[in-house]
């Protein structure tokens, strides 16, 4: 109903064009004497509490009885009680309005015109009495409809009700076709609103693309300028070691020379014979030996509260997996954009070994020193799988996984703390596709001899494993 004002002056506009003056005159009339308000509530509302206020009984009946056949008659059956309730309201209120402002013919007036009408309805029984109690504020009958609580309560209601039925109303086409240009105008707004959003937002994401690129070809730059300055130092250090060793080749042809052998000077006492040797040492030489590795870059992962006390690479190479001696693990990419770190929260055990699937960098394994074997799958975040070993064996010392078959090998042995047990070990192969134990080797102890494992390893195609223990002994096992 905003766009009426609009619609009616392009209507006016049409008329003018096609020349129809008469009809013209006579919508503009029509539109000053218009009843309906141009469908705004507020001047409706305005319009019967305006009758009341005017004693004018007449037009208040006449304008409501208006709205009734113009609007009310086109609703469903049901709203017709809520209607008449409405216009009993109403005229309740014009009754207790005129009593407010002392105007007691107007009472008087509205019986004698509509009494006969009323009577007979019960909830009108009690009010033909209203113009004749001196003090009817105060009477428990009309006591409440002297509240301005109940005047605002009613003509909210009232308003509410016609913005509902105005909103429902079934809309010309006019009107709507209207109402439709005025929403794809507004949706073309804010779809070049929307556009000129994203050149923004493309011009940043550009922006920050060229300075990323400008950053890494700096740090290109930097590791080049580190890379030859390394080896220069290195070249001066070489060429300064055959400088000196030069430098010392005339001192040493100086020196006296000596026979291969020993020296010997004998000092011989009246009491005892004592016999003292010197030797000479030759003389020491300088050599240059090349470095074993080069540190071209350093990045600190510092999330590890205590100190560590494992740390590998996963098998492709993209991860590590460390551990402190709070027996957190933590899994962390060294490249640090893709991945973020995790962690794994061990507060019921010790993490004596840790160990990568040697086929993928999916799952890492974990022992404990309560024969609790540990599976933690890095793509969903959890542990998925729990082995145990045998009471028995339960510090596992090592794992080592194979890199053909889903199968990892575990070394466990019995509680070192415990020293009224004699320690012994054994070799547990435990299966990801079946999710139990395939193979099991104990060690046998030898009287007093320990034989816990320290390590294993399998080899490049997973047929045969090392293992060392403590006594010295190095075993090999194949299929």
């Excluded at 033909?128 to 006591?143: G, M, Q, R, V, W």
């Amino acid at each position: 109903m905003n766009s009426l004002y609009q619609v009616d002056e392009l209507v006016k506009e049409y008329l003018l064009f096609r020349g129809f003056t008469a009809t013209f005159r006579a919508l503009e009339t029509e539109i000053r004497s218009d009843k309906d308000k141009g469908f705004q509530v507020d001047k409706i509302i305005e319009e019967l509490l305006g009758a009341i206020g005017n004693g004018d009984i007449q037009a208040l009946i006449d304008y409501y009885r208006y709205l009734d056949i113009r609007f009310f008659s086109r609703l469903d059956s049901r709203f017709q009680r809520t209607i008449k309730k409405f216009e009993l309201c109403l005229l309740r209120h014009y009754l207790i309005h005129a009593m407010q402002h002392k105007k007691r013919e107007k009472v008087i007036e509205f019986f004698d015109l509509y009494g006969p009408e009323l009577h007979g309805k019960p909830e009108w029984s009690q009010w033909f009495a209203l113009p004749y109690i001196k003090n009817p504020s105060n009477d428990s009958t009309f006591e409440t409809f002297f509240s301005k609580q109940w005047v605002d309560n009613y003509t909210i209601s009232l308003h509410n009700f016609l913005a509902t039925t105005f909103q429902n109303m079934p809309l010309p086409s006019l009107l709507s076709f209207n109402i439709d240009r005025i929403q794809r105008k507004t949706q073309q707004t804010e779809i070049e609103t929307l556009k000129s959003t994203v050149e923004n937002q493309k011009a940043t994401l550009e922006a920050r693309d060229n300075d990323i690129a400008k950053l890494k070809h700096e740090v290109a730059e930097t590791r080049k300028e580190m890379t030859d300055g390394i080896s220069m130092i290195r070249r001066r250090a070489a060429s300064s070691s055959t400088e000196q060793q030069k430098l010392l080749q005339p001192i040493t042809s100086l020196s006296p020379k000596k026979s291969a052998s020993e020296s010997t000077v004998a000092i011989t006492s009246p009491s005892s014979t004592t016999t003292t040797t010197t030797t000479t040492t030759a003389t020491k030489e300088t050599k240059s030996e090349d470095e074993p590795f080069i540190i071209v870059s350093q990045e600190e992962f510092s999330e590890h509260a205590s100190a560590i006390t494992h740390a590998k690479f996963s098998s492709e190479g993209d991860l590590i997996a460390s551990c402190d001696m709070d027996n957190i693990v933590r899994i962390w990419s060294y490249k640090g954009q893709s991945f973020n770190p995790l962690k794994i929260k061990n507060s019921s055990s010790n993490v004596l070994s840790l160990e990568w699937d040697a086929r993928s960098d999916r799952f890492l394994y974990l022992g404990t020193d309560t024969g609790l074997i540990r599976v933690y799958n890095v793509d969903s975040k959890s542990i998925v799988q729990e082995f145990i070993m045998d009471d028995n064996y339960p510090w596992i010392n090592h794992i080592s996984s194979s890199p053909i078959e889903p199968i990892f090998v575990c070394a466990g042995s019995s509680n070192k703390m415990n020293t009224a047990t004699k320690s012994s070990g054994a070799l547990v192969a435990w299966s990801m596709k079946t999710m139990s134990a395939c193979g099991t080797f104990q060690i046998d102890n030898q009287e007093e001899v320990e034989s816990n494992i320290n390590t294993i390893k399998l080899n490049h195609n997973g047929q045969m494993l090392v293992a060392g223990d403590t006594s010295g002994l190095m075993r090999i096992f194949g299929k």
